[in-house]
């Protein structure tokens, strides 16, 4: 099972829920994994991927503590015992 951990701010886009267990299509990737955890909270979709379903520019995404981008972006490939984390980019002046 692909354990997805969301921050605080994206928590009420899916039902309060912190951690997300998903099971998805093998072979996984990250892509994938997306697909699912849009599937069941549609909000989420617009705070994780752009309007092309590309990655938004400034949310981080770590698969095994690793940040995706230096493994393949959305197509970096996903273990079935994956741990995914989401940290949105915080902006301030």
């Known amino acids: 099972m692909i354990t997805v951990l969301l921050p605080q ?6 039902d ?16 994938r994994v ?3 955890v849009c599937e069941r909270y549609p909000a989420l979709e617009r705070r ?3 309007e092309n379903r590309g990655l938004r520019r ?4 770590y698969v095994d503590g690793e940040e995706c981008r230096y493994l393949g ?3 970096t490939p996903v273990a079935a015992d ?3 984390q989401v940290i ?4 301030g002046g």
Not at 9 to 14: E, H, N, P, S
Not at 17 to 26: G, M, N, R, S, V
Not at 58 to 61: A, C, E, M, P
């Open 9 to 14: 701010v994206l928590r009420a886009k899916a």
């Open 16 to 31: 309060g829920q912190a951690k997300l267990e998903i099971d998805a299509p093998d072979p996984a990737t990250l892509a």
């Open 34 to 36: 997306l697909d699912v």
């Open 48 to 50: 994780l991927r752009d």
């Open 58 to 61: 400034y949310v981080n995404f």
């Open 73 to 75: 972006g959305a197509d």
């Open 82 to 84: 994956a741990e995914i």
């Open 88 to 91: 949105p980019s915080v902006a």
